[in-house]
């Protein structure tokens, strides 16, 4: 157990629609990562949020926003869902940086018919 | 940007064989490298890292890997595989732009 929680753990949804997925990190943790892994396009990090604020951008579509709250959980916004958009999302948690040990929550995995 | 590339999509080795996975990067400067584990169903796990300093780099579970400037590589070694040692493992790079990359990753078989 790595100590990050995410919800729901499966997601079935249209497309079109608009879902959010939530991550709790770990206990002390003030960096959370999101990450986007499916067959098409493997392992993607999307974004990183440190102590409330965007401190790292990668391949995030236009499409998704995220957000850290005061709490330090967070919520990965995914809108006009596509069927590409199915996949497994991850959230990871570190003390800071990037570069730090990161550590996985289960997943969500998110299918969009 | 950085990239990662991992040419084996797939290998099998018998239990207690050594192991070599293999992962070339590509960036400029001396990049901070990874290597993930990922167990079917579950998240990934952090094996090691290399940032600076001595380019053997040891990890948990039995692992290593060895940073080679010339070869742009940083291949994964186990010298005895056990069973649960199946799984997904991936490399991964970050430049200075705060971008990690992952390879497409290496499906790991074990033979009993």
């Known amino acids: 157990d790595s100590g990050v929680t995410q919800t729901p753990k499966h997601l079935i949804t249209a497309t079109g629609q608009r879902v959010t997925l939530r991550c709790s990190p770990r206990?002390?943790?003030?960096?959370v990562y999101w990450y986007q892994q499916s067959l098409d396009q493997g392992l993607q990090f999307l974004i990183q949020?440190?102590?409330?604020?965007?401190?790292a951008k990668g391949n995030i579509l236009e499409r998704f926003s995220a957000q850290q709250f005061p709490d330090l959980h967070s919520e990965l916004n995914l809108s006009s869902l596509e069927l590409g958009d199915s996949a497994l999302y991850f959230c990871?948690?570190?003390?800071?940086?990037?570069?730090?040990?990161?550590?996985f929550g289960p997943g969500t995995r998110l299918t969009v018919l | 940007a950085q990239s990662v590339t991992q040419p084996d999509i797939h290998i099998t080795v018998s239990e207690g064989a050594s192991l070599e996975l293999r992962c070339n990067y590509s960036?400029?400067?001396?990049?901070?490298l990874f290597w993930y584990v990922q167990s079917p169903g579950q998240g990934l796990q952090l094996l090691l890292k290399?940032?600076?300093?001595?380019?053997l780099v040891q990890g948990i579970k039995g692992f290593e890997a060895e940073f080679k400037r010339s070869q742009s590589s940083f291949n994964l070694r186990k010298p005895s595989v056990h069973w649960s040692d199946a799984a997904e493992y991936f490399c991964?790079?970050?430049?200075?732009?705060?971008?990690?990359?992952f390879g497409a990753g290496t499906r790991l078989t074990v033979k009993p």
């Open positions: 991964a790079v970050v430049g200075d732009n705060n971008d990690m990359r």
């Open positions: 290399y940032f600076s300093g001595d380019t």
């Open positions: 949020y440190y102590n409330g604020e965007e401190r």
């Open positions: 990871a948690s570190s003390e800071g940086q990037l570069t730090d040990t990161q550590y």
């Open positions: 960036y400029g400067a001396t990049p901070y």
């Open positions: 206990s002390g943790d003030l960096s």
